[in-house]
């Protein structure tokens, strides 16, 4: 099993990123899959999460600017994050939920990307 993310970079305050979440080893249509970071200095936070079926979530700081999608024929999960902030700055994850009942919890992951660095400048 492996997750490989990518697309972070450095952008202005206001700018755009996305981020992909490459998936092996198992069939993304039967998984949910979360993104989280941990900025400097900080906990890691559950940023957004996609379930087997499509439904998303966010947590309420990225709520109307970021969007997670995927492309289950590509085994592949996206997070467009729009309208960037300086507080968006950290590393991103993306992870593997086995366990549903808190997908904001990085506890409920088994398996984890490597992360991708986002740096929001103001």
């Known amino acids: 099993v492996q997750l490989q993310a990518s697309g972070g970079g450095v952008m202005q305050s206001g700018g755009s990123l996305r981020l992909s979440c490459a998936i092996s080893?198992?069939?993304?249509?039967?998984?949910?899959i979360g993104w989280f970071r941990r900025a400097p200095g900080k906990e890691r936070e559950g940023v957004s999460c996609?379930?087997?079926?499509?439904?998303?979530f966010y947590t309420d700081s990225v709520k109307g600017r970021f969007t997670i999608s995927k492309d289950n024929a590509k085994n592949t999960v996206y997070l467009q994050m729009d309208s960037l902030k300086p507080e968006d700055t950290g590393v991103y994850y993306c992870?593997?939920?086995?366990?549903?009942?808190?997908?904001?919890?990085?506890?409920?992951?088994?398996?984890w990307g490597q992360g991708t660095q986002v740096t929001v400048s103001s």
């Open positions: 992870a593997r939920l086995f366990s549903s009942t808190n997908w904001y919890s990085a506890e409920s992951y088994d398996f």
């Open positions: 080893g198992f069939k993304l249509e039967y998984y949910a």
């Open positions: 996609i379930s087997s079926i499509g439904k998303s």
